[in-house]
C-alpha cells in the first residue's frame, strides 16, 4: 500500500494525490498550489481531510490516502486506500444526484444535502479501491 510521503502532490495527468493513513500524528500542509488553487491537506491514521480555496473538498475517517483526485462539474473521481474500511464525506453541488461506482460497481444513486455534502462507505482491502461519483441524468 502506498501513502504520499509528501502528504500532497502533482500528478501527471492533473490530478492530485493526498493524505498518508500510516500517521500516528496529525501533519498538515498548507497553502499548496495547484492549478491557480490553495489547497489545504490534514492527515493521519483516524482522519484525512482536504480543502481548495478554504472550501471542504473531501474528509474521511479514519485517514486514507488518496490517489489521482480529479473534480469536474459532473463530479469527481479518484482511488483510495488505507488500512481499515472508511467513510467519505465529499462537498458537490446542493441538492442533486449522483450516481456513485466503486470498483466498477454500481453502489446507487444519492441525493447531496443542502450543503451538498454526500457520504459513502468504502471497503478497503490490500488494493486502491477506484471511487467515482458522476451526476445523474
Given at each position: 500500500?502506498?501513502?504520499?510521503?509528501?502528504?500532497?502532490?502533482?500528478?501527471?495527468?492533473?490530478?492530485?494525490?493526498?493524505?498518508?493513513?500510516?500517521?500516528?500524528?496529525?501533519?498538515?500542509?498548507?497553502?499548496?498550489?495547484?492549478?491557480?488553487?490553495?489547497?489545504?491537506?490534514?492527515?493521519?491514521?483516524?482522519?484525512?481531510?482536504?480543502?481548495?480555496?478554504?472550501?471542504?473538498?473531501?474528509?474521511?475517517?479514519?485517514?486514507?490516502?488518496?490517489l489521482q483526485l480529479k473534480q469536474t462539474e459532473d463530479g469527481m473521481q479518484f482511488q483510495v486506500e488505507g488500512k481499515d474500511d472508511a467513510q467519505i464525506t465529499v462537498e458537490l453541488e446542493d441538492k442533486a444526484c449522483y450516481a456513485i461506482t466503486i470498483d466498477g460497481e454500481s453502489a446507487g444513486k444519492m441525493e447531496t444535502n443542502v450543503g451538498g455534502k454526500l457520504n459513502l462507505s468504502v471497503e478497503l482491502g490490500q488494493a486502491p479501491v477506484d471511487v467515482k461519483i458522476t451526476k445523474c441524468d
Open positions: 500500500m502506498a501513502v504520499i510521503s509528501e502528504l500532497i502532490r502533482k500528478e501527471a495527468d492533473g490530478s492530485i494525490s493526498f493524505g498518508d493513513y500510516s500517521l500516528e500524528k496529525k501533519t498538515k500542509v498548507e497553502d499548496y498550489k495547484h492549478n491557480g488553487d490553495l489547497y489545504k491537506v490534514k492527515t493521519f491514521k483516524e482522519i484525512t481531510k482536504l480543502e481548495k480555496n478554504g472550501m471542504f473538498v473531501y474528509e474521511s475517517v479514519p485517514g486514507t490516502t488518496v
